[in-house]
């Protein structure tokens, strides 16, 4: 069985092909150690947010293997990869109800202490202070009462809330105003501290934070070393 805790990934050899769709991944082996952080780059089309759905099991190789602290993604129940993986999705996914049960969901049964301690540990209370409503701020239909930004916050606070071993994030291409811009990256640095995290990063910052950016192309990992070897 897989072990709570910072969790290694392997892809071994894996190929992906949508259903009447492109091949869009060839041949990706790379082996993700415990607790590091990954980013990863490429062109529009490249397999990037393919590479992130089979991480999360999304879809599964149409041919190789993925493997979680050496276990085949194939076998790890769906409840347990639920609270072991999570992905901040790229424009926020957000629930038509206030901002802290959007947050909540991350963790059924969470209470409102619970939420305002993970903004606290994401550095996000000054923000918090600065909504009228607080937690109680409704979002709108799909999030439409906050900016791009905002919800990309709310996103990560669930997912940081989730408390998950492995943290995927599809980066917003949006632009972000820069108060909270300077926020996300802070808050994306706590919420990676210590975990196993792969960004698809399009912010230069991610991919010179990262221990390792994976170069996609073509489908394929072209190049792959630290931002300072590429
Ligand atoms: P972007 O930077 O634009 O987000 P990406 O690197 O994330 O690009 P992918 O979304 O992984 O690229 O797409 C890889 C290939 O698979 C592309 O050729 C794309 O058109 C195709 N593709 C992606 N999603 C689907 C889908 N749902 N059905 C069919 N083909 C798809
Ligand atoms: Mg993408």
Redesign the pocket.
């Known amino acids: 069985a897989l072990e709570r805790g910072p969790v290694e990934v392997r892809f071994e050899d894996v190929g992906y092909a ?8 060839h041949e990706v082996s790379v082996h993700i150690e415990p607790r590091s952080r990954v980013a ?1 780059v ?12 089979l991480l999360i099991r999304l879809a599964d190789p149409t041919s190789g293997r993925v493997a979680l602290g050496g276990v085949p993604l194939t076998d790890v129940p769906f409840a347990s990869l639920r609270e072991r993986v999570v992905m901040v999705p ?1 424009d926020g996914f957000l629930f038509d109800t206030t901002i802290g049960e959007n947050i909540v969901y991350g963790r059924p049964g969470a209470t409102a202490d619970d939420v305002e301690r993970a903004l606290h540990e994401l550095g996000l209370e000054d923000w918090l202070a600065g909504l009228a409503r607080g937690l109680d701020t409704p979002v709108g239909q799909r999030g439409e009462a906050l900016s791009a930004g905002e919800r990309q916050l709310v996103a990560l606070a669930r997912a940081y809330l989730a408390d998950p071993d492995l943290l995927v994030l ?1 980066e917003a ?1 949006s632009a972000v105003d820069p108060a909270t811009e300077q926020r996300l990256q802070r808050a994306l640095e706590s919420a990676m501290r210590g975990r196993t995290a792969v960004s ?1 990063a ?1 912010r230069l910052s991610t991919a010179e934070a990262a221990d390792r950016v994976l170069v ?1 192309d073509g ?1 394929r990992i072209v190049q792959q070393g630290s931002h300072d070897e590429l």
């Open positions: 949508y259903p009447d769709g492109p091949q869009a991944l990863v490429g062109e529009t089309g490249s397999g990037k947010s393919t590479f992130a759905k790229q599809d291409t698809v399009h996609f489908g």
